[in-house]
Nanobody, 121 residues
């Protein structure tokens, strides 16, 4: 499956952005989808994941209550709604496809190219 992330940009602290990740190739609905991020000088970290049906989600503690992951299997797209953005949310955000609702990036098989989010303080 090929993944294309979009929606990044520059936003002020407290603002919102919605990231999208469009999938093509194999059937999108068979995959658990995740979002990860990598801040400058830091390792990649888990943000959120959603199961195949969209009824189960999983979030990193530092985004819980501010970010919402969702998916539209008819559109082969997963979303990440990011509200109350903080300076420390600045990173390149990646979507990924895998088979388990987990935080470990090593367990995701396919990755998008990343979209950059910059939050100004």
């Amino acid at each position: 499956v090929q993944l294309q992330a979009s929606g990044g940009g520059l936003v002020q602290a407290g603002g919102s952005l919605r990231l999208s990740c469009a999938a093509s190739g194999r059937t999108f609905s068979v995959y658990v989808m995740g979002w990860f991020r990598q801040a400058p000088g830091k390792e990649r970290s888990f943000v959120a994941a959603i199961n195949r049906s969209g009824y189960s989600t999983y979030y990193a503690d530092d985004v819980k209550g501010r970010f919402t992951i969702s998916r539209d299997n008819a559109k082969n797209t997963v979303y990440l709604q990011m509200n109350s953005l903080k300076y420390e949310d600045t990173a390149v955000y990646y979507c990924a496809a895998g088979n388990s609702l987990v935080a470990g990036g090593d367990l995701y098989d396919y990755w998008g190219q990343g979209t950059e989010v910059t939050v100004s303080s």
